[in-house]
C-alpha cells in the first residue's frame, strides 16, 4: 500500500470521528424550560470543543509525519490502524467527559479517563515515527539528521504532558481540561520565523 | 499543508454533516397511528431542509473561496479547523429547532440559536478571507483587486442577514425560519450574466 | 466548480447515507432470548437489504450521468444538492418501513412513503439529464445523439415504475417491498452485449 | 466505472463502518458510579477492538486484491456492492456481541451470529477473486498463473476459519472471540522475506 491511499483512508477517519462529536449532545427533552436547557448543556459543548481541537491537532500530526514518510510497510499499516482504532474510540470519552461534568460527580475518573486515551495515542505517534525513522527506514533519505531528531523530541512532548494531565485530572479535574485546551490551541497556534 | 488536502478534508466534514441531519428524525413509537404521525414530523423535516440548505451553500461557498486561495499557512488552517467546528456543530440547533417547533413552545430561543451559530460561521467565513486577502498574503497574486474588494463585500452580506435573522427570531420565529430557506436559495440560485 | 469535485462529493454522500443504515437496526433489549429477538427483526434486515441496494443503483446511475456530463453550471449544482437532499434522507423511510412491518401495522402508509421518496429522487434524476442534455448544454459533444434520447428514455423508467409502486403499496405493501428489491436487482445486473 | 472509482467508493464505506463502531457504546446512566461503569463496559471495548481489526484487515485484503485488479465489469460491481452491504452491517453484530457479553447470557448465539457473517464476507471475497482471475477476465495479464493460484488459496483460508469459529462458538463462546482477535492480528502481522 503506498503512502497517499494510507491517508487518505487515515483522513476518512478523523473527518468522520470529529464530525460525530455532534451526537453525543443530547436535544432537551419535552416538558422542561428550552433557554435554561441549553445553558445547563455547557459541559456537552465544552467536551466537543476540546474534542474537536484535539482531533484537529492530531490531524494535523499525521499530517506532518507522513510529509516526511515516503515507504508504508506492514508494521507501520499496523501501527497505524491501532492509532486509528484510538482517534475512532474518542467520541466515547468525550461523552463521558460531558456526563461527568454535567453530574457533578467523578469529573476526576472522566477526565483521567479521557487523559490516559491521549496519552496512549501520543504513544503510538512515538512508536510510529521511531519506527519509520530507525535509520532512514520508511523516511525520505535526503531528511536531515537533524531534523529527525528534532521531530522525535517534539513527538515525546504529546505523551508525557497527556501523563501529566492524567495525574492533574484525578486531582484537578477543572485544571485537566485546561491544560488540554491549552495544550492543543498551543500546538494548533501559527508559529512564525 | 497544501490547499487540496485542506479542501478534501474540510469536504469530508461537510458531507458527513450535511448526511448526520437525518438522524435527528426519530422514527414514530410503536401503538401511533403511522400516517398522522409521519405528518406531525413536519418540524424535522422542515429543520433537515433548512440545514441541507444552509451546509449546501456553505460548502459551495467553502470552494468559491479557495478556488482563490493557494496556499495555506498556520493561521488560515486555525481559522478553517474553528470553521468546521461550527459547520460539524449545525446537527445539533438543527435538532434543537425542530423540537421547538414540535413541542409548539420555546421557537423564539430555538431559532435565534440557531440564527446565531449561522452568525458565527459568517463571522469565521470573513475572518479567512480577510487574513488570506490581506495585502495578497495567500491569494493568486492575479487576482483583481476589484474582484478582492468585490468579494469581501460578499461574504459581509451573510453574517449581517443572520445577525438581523437572531434579532427577527426573538419576535417572529416563523419569519426566520422562512428567512434562512430564502436566503439560501437565493445564494445557491443559479445567476446568469 | 468542475464535475469531479461535484462527484467526489456526492460520493461521499452515497457512501455515508449507505453505511448509515445500519444505525437505524437497534439491538435487543436485556431480558429477551437473544436468539428469537435477532429473528425477529427480519424486517429491519429487510429493509437494510432494500435500502443498500437502492442507494448503490442511484450511486451506479448517477456515475453513468456524470460520465457524459463535462461541465457543472449553478443550476445543474442546485438540482445536484436537492437530489442528494433526498438521498441523505432516504434512512428515515427505511426505518419507518421497517418500523410497520415490524409493528405488522400501517405497512401501507410505509412502504408509499418510502416509494413515495424514490419517485421525487428518480424525477429529480431526470430533472438533471434533461437539463444538462438540453442543446448539449453541459455533455460531452461528441456524444451520439441517438445515446441522448437512449439515456432519456431510460432515465424516465425509474420514477414511473415507483410512482406505480406507490399505488401498489397502498394495496400490497409487501408486493411493492418486492417490486423494489427486484427493480434494484434488475438495474445492477450486469449487462451483455 | 474504473477501479480507482470503486476503490475510493469501498474505502469510504470502510472508514465510515470502521468510525461507526464506538456508537454502539452508550455512557453510562446518571445515578451510577463511573469508574465501576467504565470497567463493567469491557464486553463492549472487547467487541470495538474485534470489529475495527476485522474491518481493517478487510480493508488491507480489498486493496490487496485491486491491486490486481485492472477493469471493472457488472459482475464485479454488483458483487462489491454485496460485499460492502455486509461490511456496513458489522456495527450490528458488533453491538449484539457486546451486549450478550454484557448480560452474560446468550454468548453462543451471539458470536456464532457475528462469525457467519464473517463467514459470508469471506465467501463473497473469494467470489469476487474468482470472478476476476477466471481466465485473467479482470486482472493484469502479467500478473504469474502461480500467483493466482496462491492468492485463490490465501483468500480460501478466511471463510474456512470463519467457518469453524461459528460451530466453536455454539460450544465455547469465549474462545470464538480469541479466535477472531488471534486471525486478524495474525493477518494484520507484518511479514518478512
Do not use: C
Amino acid at each position: 500500500m503506498n503512502t497517499s491511499r494510507l491517508e487518505a483512508f487515515s483522513d476518512g477517519v478523523f473527518a468522520i470521528a470529529i464530525t460525530l462529536l455532534v451526537l453525543e449532545i443530547k436535544v432537551p427533552p419535552p416538558d422542561t424550560v428550552l433557554g435554561a436547557e441549553l445553558l445547563q448543556l455547557w459541559p456537552s459543548y465544552l467536551a466537543y470543543v476540546v474534542s474537536f481541537l484535539v482531533i484537529g491537532a492530531i490531524w494535523i500530526n499525521h499530517h506532518a509525519m507522513f510529509h516526511h514518510i515516503v515507504r508504508v510497510d506492514g508494521t507501520l499499516l499496523l501501527l497505524n490502524v491501532l492509532h486509528l482504532m484510538l482517534i475512532a474510540f474518542l467520541p466515547f470519552p468525550t461523552a463521558v467527559l460531558a456526563e461527568a461534568f454535567h453530574r457533578g460527580t467523578d469529573e476526576p475518573i472522566a477526565a483521567a479517563f479521557y487523559s490516559s486515551i491521549l496519552t496512549v495515542i501520543g504513544i503510538f505517534v512515538n512508536a510510529m515515527w521511531r519506527y519509520a525513522a530507525h535509520e532512514y527506514r520508511l523516511i525520505d533519505p535526503h531528511l536531515a539528521a537533524k531534523k529527525v531528531r528534532k521531530l522525535r523530541r517534539q513527538f515525546l512532548f504529546g505523551p508525557i504532558a497527556y501523563a501529566i494531565a492524567t495525574v492533574v485530572a484525578l486531582v484537578l479535574p477543572w485544571l485537566a481540561v485546561l491544560l488540554f485546551i491549552l495544550l492543543n490551541l498551543f500546538y494548533l497556534w501559527p508559529r512564525w520565523g
